[in-house]
């Protein structure tokens, strides 16, 4: 098999995940496009590098170190909120804000995602869009799987107030 065709059968089949991750990093279907593009042609040029393993986990490692190397070249690059890593949260099947995301109305999860910090907003979206493991989200954004807990517990709490009219949300 060529590696062309080897490509698009291990690579291609990825490209909606890459996407939606790239969508959320950017904020922008335009800048999102841009950062996939930029992604794939990596990938594929340095395809050969690709010793086996998950290919989705490898390509949006990719799409995610296309886009903070793209926005450190801009020099109106956004400002990022610093968070306390001691804090981290248990299983997703009792959680009560795991709950709430699932409950949610879509539109008003979207606009408070949005408003969440990209670290968080990062983590929210490999685990709640893309169904990651806490191991491949470790891997995708090179952190330690503790690291990806507490961020995690915090991205929900922040995600609860954001969606809680009452917690001084804007929902």
């Not at 990093?25 to 990596?42: F, G, I, K, P, S």
């Not at 086996?52 to 886009?67: E, H, K, S, Y």
């Not at 990209?118 to 169904?131: D, G, I, K, T, Y």
């Amino acid at each position: 098999m060529g590696t062309a065709a080897a490509f698009e059968g291990e690579v291609m089949r990825h490209l909606d995940a890459a996407y939606n991750l790239a969508r959320w990093l950017t904020r922008n279907d335009a800048d999102a496009e841009d950062v996939v593009q930029e992604a794939m042609l990596r990938a594929f040029r340095f395809f050969g590098g690709f010793r086996g393993g998950d290919a989705r986990v490898w390509l949006l490692t990719i799409v995610r170190n296309t886009f903070y190397t793209q926005r450190a070249q801009t020099p109106a690059a956004g400002a990022v909120d610093e968070f306390d890593e001691a804090v981290h949260g248990g299983t997703d099947d009792d959680d009560p804000q795991a709950m709430l995301l699932r409950a949610v109305d879509a539109q008003d999860l979207r606009a408070a995602l949005e408003r969440l910090p990209s670290e968080f907003r990062e983590v929210l979206v490999l685990r709640e869009l893309e169904e990651c493991s806490y191991k491949e989200i470790a891997s995708i954004m090179n952190l330690k799987i503790g690291t990806v807990m507490s961020r995690l517990a915090r991205a929900r709490a922040r995600l609860e107030c954001e969606l809680t009219p009452a917690a001084g949300g804007q929902a």
